[in-house]
T-cell receptor
């Protein structure tokens, strides 16, 4: 599985933008970049995904580097409810399945 | 629309026992995946079921087995429990025809092995 590298933790103030980086230097041409987050005492939830172009949805934006070796999840205005572990994942399509390979993620702390 | 549900929410077992965990997928989903999450770690893929067959398996011993029923619900069985099996077990569902389909996770079953 292609591997991702994320900082262990980041801090932000409420209503400030947050940029969560992810490095994936061994990404292959067909790997999609997915982001999930896990709030305390809950299962992970989907945030956003993309292949080459930047993507926006109601939760966040995903900026993908031109060489695709890194990406950044952008929360435009962090709230206390955004405090969670954020996982950057490269989608594995081998073997006919679609498993998610999680790393240790980035713990985001949001302060007033 | 009910999301992914799992039962039980918590479970305590002793070493050597066997355990069965249950999962009902989100409405309209036909694929179920199971993950194990140890404290402080990211979830680790156990296996995935589609059309009542194991489609993909992670690096877990044969003590971990599963089943998918015609209504797409699924069970995870763990035999000969070890202390190291203590973890949060997560079930995720998706629609199997699309590899890029988002996976929806349940709240998990927390298993403690004493």
């Amino acid at each position: 599985d292609a591997k991702t590298t994320q900082p262990n933790s980041m801090e932000s103030n409420e209503e400030e933008p947050v940029h969560l980086p992810c490095n994936h230097s061994t990404i292959s041409g067909t790997d999609y970049i997915h982001w999930y987050r896990q709030l305390p005492s809950q299962g992970p939830e989907y945030v956003i995904h993309g292949l080459t172009s930047n993507v926006n949805n109601r939760m966040a934006s995903l900026a993908i580097a031109e060489d695709r070796k890194s990406s950044t999840l952008i929360l435009h205005r962090a709230t206390l409810r955004d405090a969670a572990v954020y996982y950057c994942i490269l989608r594995d399509l081998t073997g006919g399945g679609n498993k998610l390979t999680f790393g240790t993620g980035t713990q985001l702390k949001v302060e007033l | 629309d009910a999301g992914v549900t799992q039962s039980p929410t918590h479970l305590i077992k002793t070493r050597g026992q066997q355990v069965t965990l249950r999962c009902s997928p989100k409405s309209g989903h036909d694929t179920v995946s199971w993950y194990q999450q140890a404290l402080g770690q990211g979830p680790q893929f156990i296996f995935q079921y589609y059309e009542e067959e194991e489609r993909q398996r992670g690096n877990f011993p044969d003590r971990f087995s599963g089943h998918q029923f015609p209504n797409y619900s699924s069970e995870l069985n763990v035999n000969a429990l070890l202390l190291g099996d203590s973890a949060l077990y997560l079930c995720a569902s998706s629609w199997g025809q699309e590899y890029q389909e988002t996976q929806y996770f349940g709240p998990g079953t927390r298993l403690l092995v004493l």
